[in-house]
């Protein structure tokens, strides 16, 4: 078992390693260099991050990163008997495959959000979820910069599942991608929905990397991960978010900027 273990470990290490530097490393470079001209009135905040503070970010991350090894490794080797992971497709059909992925991002969010919002107790977040806060103005490398014992906290997204639903080991390599592909959307810096998405049917309910960063920059409010509800239901939703959305998706805006530039 062990050796085993040691095996998952390297893999899981290596693999989520790989997603990180590649997801975050490929969006720094093509909206913090390429296109940061052109994106400028997309910006959130004017100005960039610190180079010290790309660096703090990436040293927490790799932390991270080891951390999700560790865990991935001791769930689907020492507990894989007592979970709902599997690993043949014929066990539960393709059409639930598929369903599986909508329903983790739905466990996932609920999870994130009331975990979040625990961090932001005066105690726990001086102690542990300041690490995270300490990039008021986000980069991509802040995805995974957190502090050891909330990165092991944030990974017990991968316990919960196993234990609340059956999950396809596929099915569930799928949404670790799509996972780390939105939380760099999340701390981006920029947005990329269109202009008026927040107050459509469907995009009052999605979180954007508007509202993230406005939870970065005034620490309250916006706690979500993938979606608003949770914030709209309990009252969490900083009520100058749709103004602010609005003012970085002015498309008037935007081309005056890019006029100048």
């Known amino acids: 078992m062990w050796q085993d273990f040691v095996t998952r470990w390297f893999f899981v290490a290596e693999k989520v390693g790989l997603r990180?530097?590649?997801?975050?490393?490929?969006?720094?470079?093509?909206?913090?260099?390429?296109?940061?001209?052109?994106?400028?009135?997309r910006k959130m905040q004017v100005k960039f991050p610190k180079l010290g503070d790309y660096g703090r970010d990436i040293i927490y991350s790799g932390?991270?990163?080891?951390?999700?090894a560790t865990m991935a490794a001791f769930?689907?080797?020492v507990l894989d008997p007592y979970t709902f992971y599997?690993?043949?497709?014929?066990?539960?059909?393709?059409?639930?495959?598929?369903?599986?992925?909508?329903?983790?991002v739905l466990v996932h969010d609920a999870y994130f959000y009331w975990m979040h919002r625990l961090m932001h107790h005066p105690k726990l977040f001086k102690a542990v979820h300041r690490v995270h806060h300490q990039s008021t103005n986000p980069s991509p490398w802040t995805?995974?910069?957190?502090?050891?014992?909330?990165?092991?906290?944030?990974?017990?997204?991968?316990?919960?599942?196993?234990?609340v639903m059956p999950v396809h080991v596929g099915?569930?390599?799928?949404?670790?991608l799509f996972q780390i592909t939105y939380n760099v959307y999340g701390h981006l810096g920029y947005e990329l929905y269109p202009k008026n998405f927040h107050r459509s049917a469907i995009g009052k309910w999605i979180n954007t990397s508007t509202a993230h960063n406005q939870h970065h920059q005034f620490f309250h409010g916006n706690y979500g991960l993938y979606?608003?509800?949770?914030?709209?239901?309990?009252?969490?939703?900083?009520s100058d978010y749709n103004e602010k959305y609005e003012?970085?998706?002015?498309?008037?805006?935007e081309a005056e900027l890019m006029h100048k530039a």
């Open 20 to 41: 990180y530097f590649l997801v975050a490393g490929i969006a720094f470079f093509v909206f913090y260099f390429l296109l940061h001209r052109v994106m400028q009135q």
């Open 63 to 68: 932390i991270t990163i080891l951390i999700f």
């Open 75 to 77: 769930v689907f080797v």
């Open 86 to 104: 599997y690993r043949d497709v014929e066990k539960y059909g393709w059409f639930y495959f598929f369903l599986s992925f909508p329903l983790m």
């Open 143 to 163: 995805a995974y910069a957190f502090h050891p014992l909330e990165a092991v906290i944030e990974a017990g997204i991968i316990l919960v599942l196993g234990f």
């Open 171 to 176: 099915a569930f390599a799928l949404f670790m």
């Open 227 to 238: 979606t608003l509800i949770w914030d709209r239901l309990f009252g969490t939703l900083r």
């Open 247 to 253: 003012r970085v998706t002015d498309s008037r805006k």
